[in-house]
């Protein structure tokens, strides 16, 4: 079984559209994880959740809205897509402590067009 | 703001051969953890090696294994016996430790792209 999955795995999609990001952990972990990887390959967090709990909200601006119905899932939506909103977004979940190592789904490449 | 830097954007080497990846953080923080990722062209997230900065003794899995200096905030990632499996980026990422519910944080370097000649 996949610890973290994500759909889609491939989303193209207009200027302008809403669109939605899903994932799931089966882990059974309370936090989970939104990062965005850009097209230079660099990686940076934009929000967590704890028990469907915002944690960091990391500047993003307010077209991208998280949203946690139940601990095992954490979907990112994204309104009026812009071009620059093309990355692969990552999901992860963390794990126990003391290393809390983040395990990561495989990754929704966006495409705005 | 703790911050990592990787300042090898390519690095390429022999199959069998040794190579090395440097990375390098900045942090005020006494306690914290450092990953090594690996991300092959299947875009996979992969855990290669961690290190806790309170252990001094090295981490080591397998053929990877890690060089970290505290005082110098240095963490550089040692590959023996290079494999064309081991083609990907490679990602070094700080945590600090000190934090709780949540609000962990990896902080990646930019990444170095290593390529494995056979």
């Known amino acids: 079984d996949t610890a973290v999955s994500q759909t889609p795995k491939y989303l193209v999609t207009q200027m302008g559209n809403d669109k939605s990001i899903k994932c799931e952990q089966n882990?059974?972990?309370?936090?989970m994880y939104w990062y965005k990887q850009d097209s230079k390959k660099f990686l940076k967090i934009m929000f967590s959740?704890?028990?469907?709990?915002?944690?960091i909200n990391e500047t993003v601006p307010n077209r991208f809205s998280p949203k946690s119905p139940d601990k095992a899932h954490l979907n990112l939506h994204i309104n009026s897509l812009e071009l620059g909103d093309s990355a692969v977004y990552f999901c992860?979940?963390?794990?126990?402590?003391?290393?809390?190592?983040?395990?990561f789904g495989p990754g929704t490449r966006l495409t705005v067009l | 703001a703790q911050t990592v830097t990787q300042s090898q954007p390519e690095m390429s080497v022999q199959e069998a051969e040794t190579v090395t990846l440097s990375c390098t953080y900045d942090?005020?923080?006494?306690?914290?953890?450092l990953f090594w990722y690996k991300q092959p062209p299947s875009r996979q997230m992969i855990l290669v090696i961690r290190?806790?900065?309170?252990?001094?003794q090295n981490a080591t899995e397998n053929r990877f294994s890690v060089n970290f200096q505290k005082a110098a905030k240095s963490f550089s990632l040692k590959i023996s016996d290079s494999q064309l499996g081991d083609a990907a980026m490679y990602f070094c990422a700080y945590r600090s430790a000190e934090v709780q519910g949540g609000s962990e944080k990896l902080v990646f370097g930019k990444g170095t792209k290593l390529t494995v000649n056979p």
């Open positions: 290190q806790e900065a309170y252990k001094q």
């Open positions: 942090t005020s923080e006494s306690d914290y953890y």
């Open positions: 959740y704890n028990n469907k709990e915002l944690i």
């Open positions: 992860a979940s963390k794990g126990e402590h003391p290393w809390n190592e983040q395990f």
């Open positions: 882990l059974g972990h309370d936090t």
